[in-house]
């Protein structure tokens, strides 16, 4: 299935946000879990991710640090704070408002809301 | 795996010439290459399909750099006007259109200068209209190069016609202080018309505001160092000529106007086509002289702290206080427009910005309650009215900068705030002179 770019864009703040929600990350391991969350539907461009982090750090969401692990290159972590987290939650309220309602005016399509949790 | 390795360098070198891309950037990127190629390689792929695979994930680096440009403008400015390398060849370009402009203001206020016959006479008319014989060509320089369509000209160019019918129509009375005023303010003003041109019309844009801001300091700079210039050029000038019996103030009355005229869009032009100079020296300069202003600041808050203002109203040294502290909040905000925007934690220039704030902020204070007791005593007049709203403007910010930057210090907000707090006040600072041009005289029937 094709997923539109405008809404691959929209989706992608709060997707990041929610990965790092889970616990810090870097850029290589959270393009993984978004490909591995969407089930490999969500196409994005690799290089694309690191200026939305940029922009995630200068905005206050999320933190970074550069670590070398024991074996290995040096790394740039990123780890949510905690206005990170508050701008997720109205992320969430905001997907929630607009699946709910394509959901109504969807009849018989309550998988939209089933898949955010929320029936 | 050689090969590869020769193949990551050659990339890396590509992708650092991008706009906005920086070394920390290409670090990531490349950590996030060999991750890739890794696990393409572990898949069973040879190490050059994997790079093959990964660069072509990555995108394509011109939109990728593009990305990076968009996030980072502060360091995107910096090929705004320069594509890369040919930084020569642009300069080229631009040089007639700034020439052209540039002469433009020279002969317009020469033209100004000869029909007043000053420096024999110094009519009022010529101080009022000066800044309204030079400004509108910076501001038709930034409108031509940033191509704004006729709607947009035309939003240039009617504060500069509405400026130049108030302050030629009000009927000013003889020695008025309004008048001074607004010989004072009018620049300001006008300068913050020029930002529309110069942001292209997107004066909502936050970062183009910063922009502006960083403009107006590296145009300060330059400005200065092309007067500096100019004086010793002068001075060699008259050395050599007055021997030989030329009248060199007939001479200096001739240049000098137009001279002044013509540096303002040439020093706009330089900070535009010859960035990367001044980008060098302009933060040596604020981390230079940001703590030394702290020091004297804090000095000072301290000494009036203690002795008071004076028992005698003081009108010299509140004039001096006020434009110390606007050169303060200059300094600051150029400061915060010329750092380096992924720099997002606090560090030593911060606290000492923050003590420089708070020592304005009790200067600030000071000279305020000084002008409230004075309007108090014997009422308001325009002077005092000015001082008061110029102190109250300073207040507001200063009081927000120094509350965000507290804050920003203890790590309970970002630099994004602060940069927000200021980009969004600019505008007061705009509508105050403005005010003060078009309300404050016929509220004092312009004495």
Redesign the interface.
Known sequence: MHIDKDLVAASATPLVLAILAEGESYGYAILKRVRALSEGELEWTDGMLYPLLHRLQRLGYVTTEWRTPPEGRRRKYYAITDEGRAALADQQQQWVTVTRALNDVWPGSGAVLTALGEV | MEGVESQIAEWRAYVACGPGVNG??V???E??L???IAELSAAGLTADEGFLIAVK???DVD??SR??A???SGRLWKQLVLSGDDESARVASGWLEAFVFATGAAVAIQVARLAAGFPDEEPNWLARNATLFVLPFLAAYFARRRQLDPRQWLVTATPFVLAALVVNVYPWGVDSDTEALVILSLPVALWFVASYPYMGGTIRSHERRMDFVRFTGEWFIYYVLIALGGGVLMGLTAAILEPAGVDVEEIAAWVLPSGAAGAVVVAAWLVESKQRVVENMAPVLTMLFTPLFAVMLTCAAVVYAVTGLGGAFDRELVSVLDALLVVVLALVLYGMSARE??T?SPGWMDGIQLVAVLSALVLDLMVLGAMIARIGDVGFTPNRTAVLGLNLVLLVNLAGAAWLSARFLTRR??L??LERWQTTYLPVFALFAASVVVVLPPLFAFE
Do not use: A, K, N
Request: glycine share 8%; proline share 4%.
């Open positions: 920390h950037d670090d990531e990127l950590d996030h060999r991750h890739q994930r990555l995108g939109g990728l990305e990076f968009r996030e980072h925007p992924s997002s907000s970002t994004h705030r």
